[in-house]
């Protein structure tokens, strides 16, 4: 904001329209400076001679059986990205992505198999949660309730811009949504987690665990060989005494991996460091990797050994498989409309 009011000073302009124009681009989603009514004609000309609204356009929409509904996005430079809308009884929830592609290279997912092209800025973040709030009210007259970051890419490695998303969404003059409402995965980067820890982020922190074992994490997460299991309970216990908020544990049940008596009792341990809960995922096969789900018996009886140690477990059915919309599913194969 205060950036735009010192351009708008030098540009000869009074400092409260620069307010307007924030309002308009924030508050309002504004994509074209025609659009902004309350500013005059000679001044929304100067600004379409000036500068240039960057804004995500939905390239493509997939609809599942079950609702689902996953969107490929293309930005100004013409990489294209995937955000999902989630719909539930209960909520309507915005799966975003932070990066073109993805550096990390888990084995199990999609988006690990693509070369990370470059950061999301800020406002990209931003405008997947408009423009999949506007697909939540028009096509079930509900608005967003929640915000995952588990698309495309590793948001802890696009820390500074990430935040500043969040900060734009939560604020008054942006989405106005609550902290709480959001939820932020990483893959376990223990230094970033300690310095979410030092910021004292009031979102909701998840990481995707898959093994309590450091040799079966190292077969499947090559990023935990340099963020082993002990370093990651170090980070999070860190991540604990500054924010005071528990923090959720994704993990697959591979079939025959990760998935015996022996596993949970690795992971009910691990989750002793801080109040935690676990979600069970269901996986979702790709055509890069052989990994299968776990058989149901095998999951029941994982999820039933976590409950018997006291650990809060949730057992999470995917949604949009039918379309590669699920959890690590996401993955660029098409081209953009006007290659087509």
């Known amino acids: 904001m205060?950036?735009?009011?010192?351009?708008?000073?030098?540009?000869?302009?009074?400092?409260?329209?620069?307010?307007q124009v924030y309002e308009w681009?924030?508050?309002k989603s504004c994509i074209s400076f025609e659009e902004m009514s309350n500013i005059s004609k000679e001044l929304r000309k100067k600004l379409q001679d000036n500068f240039i609204i960057n804004n995500v356009k939905i390239n493509n929409s997939q609809f599942s059986a079950d609702k689902t509904i996953k969107n490929s996005f293309i930005l100004y430079d013409a990489h294209l990205i995937e955000g999902v809308l989630i719909p539930a009884p209960d909520r309507m929830t915005a799966c975003v992505s932070s990066q073109v592609g993805c550096s990390l290279t888990c084995k199990f997912c999609a988006t690990g198999y693509m070369e990370?092209?470059?950061?999301?800025?800020?406002?990209e973040i931003y405008d997947q949660v408009v423009l999949i709030d506007q697909q939540a009210r028009q096509n079930y007259d509900q608005p967003l309730t929640n915000i995952v970051y588990m698309g495309m890419g590793e948001p802890l490695l696009n820390?500074?811009?990430?935040?500043?998303?969040?900060?734009?969404?939560?604020?008054?003059?942006?989405?106005?949504?609550?902290?709480?409402?959001?939820?932020?995965?990483?893959?376990g980067i223990a230094k970033m987690i300690k310095k979410l820890g030092d910021d004292q982020v009031k979102f909701n922190l998840a990481l995707s665990l898959h093994a309590a074992n450091d040799k079966k994490r190292n077969e499947i997460m090559p990023i935990?060989?340099?963020?082993?299991?002990?370093?990651?309970?170090?980070?999070?216990?860190?991540?604990?005494?500054?924010t005071k908020n528990p923090v959720t544990y994704e993990y697959i049940v591979f079939n025959d991996f990760n998935d015996d008596i022996h596993d949970a009792m690795e992971l009910a341990k691990f989750c002793r460091h801080i109040p935690c809960k676990v979600n069970i995922i269901e996986y979702n096969p790709i055509s890069f990797a052989s990994?299968?789900?776990?058989?149901?018996?095998?999951?029941?009886?994982?999820?039933?050994?976590?409950?018997?140690?006291?650990v809060i477990t949730n057992i999470r059915r995917s949604r949009g498989k039918d379309i590669d919309a699920a959890c690590g599913q996401l993955a660029i194969k098409e081209k953009t409309k006007a290659e087509v």
């Open 25 to 27: 681009l924030w508050q």
């Open 224 to 242: 935990n060989e340099q963020n082993s299991l002990v370093a990651l309970a170090e980070a999070l216990k860190y991540y604990f005494s500054k």
């Open 291 to 310: 990994y299968q789900n776990a058989g149901e018996d095998k999951i029941e009886a994982f999820a039933a050994h976590l409950r018997s140690q006291g």
């Open 2 to 19: 205060d950036a735009l009011t010192a351009r708008f000073t030098e540009m000869g302009e009074k400092g409260y329209r620069a307010k």
């Open 116 to 123: 990370r092209k470059r950061n999301l800025n800020p406002d």
């Open 159 to 187: 820390y500074a811009n990430v935040l500043k998303s969040v900060e734009r969404i939560t604020s008054e003059d942006g989405l106005n949504m609550s902290p709480k409402r959001i939820t932020v995965s990483t893959a």
